[in-house]
């Protein structure tokens, strides 16, 4: 490897680990933040995915074989299993009759709503 880019390898991982960081840290301070469960729900599956994507890639520049290897089924597994855990979590508030409370959210499910017969 170059001597260039073996000094500036260690440099690009650590400002991976600090950009992980700072969304990690924004999108806990939006979790605390938001007013329900399911903007707080968006706020954390989006922690997940745009906070642990440096981190793990900085992990990657470590150049040994196995790191890599276990980093990328890291990285799988995680765009895999937040969405699809999110999508359950919000499935059960919503099942619970938790409502949103920005007073202009709509309920496009809702079957009790009062809306015109036309617009079903």
Do not use: C, N
């Amino acid at each position: 490897m170059p001597a260039v880019v073996s000094a500036t390898l260690p440099l690009l991982a650590d400002a991976l680990v600090v950009l992980g960081v700072l969304v990690m840290t924004v999108g806990v301070y939006g979790v605390v933040r938001m007013p329900d469960t399911y903007t707080r729900l968006h706020a954390a599956s989006k922690t997940v995915v745009l906070g642990m994507m440096p981190l793990l890639l900085a992990s990657a520049f470590t150049g040994d074989r196995g790191v890599v290897l276990r980093v990328i089924l890291i990285g799988l597994f995680l765009l895999v299993t937040t969405p699809v855990s999110a999508h359950m979590v919000g499935r059960a508030a919503y099942l619970k009759k938790e409502r949103m409370q920005a007073p202009e959210a709509v309920d496009e499910w809702d079957r009790d709503s009062r809306t015109p017969e036309g617009q079903r």
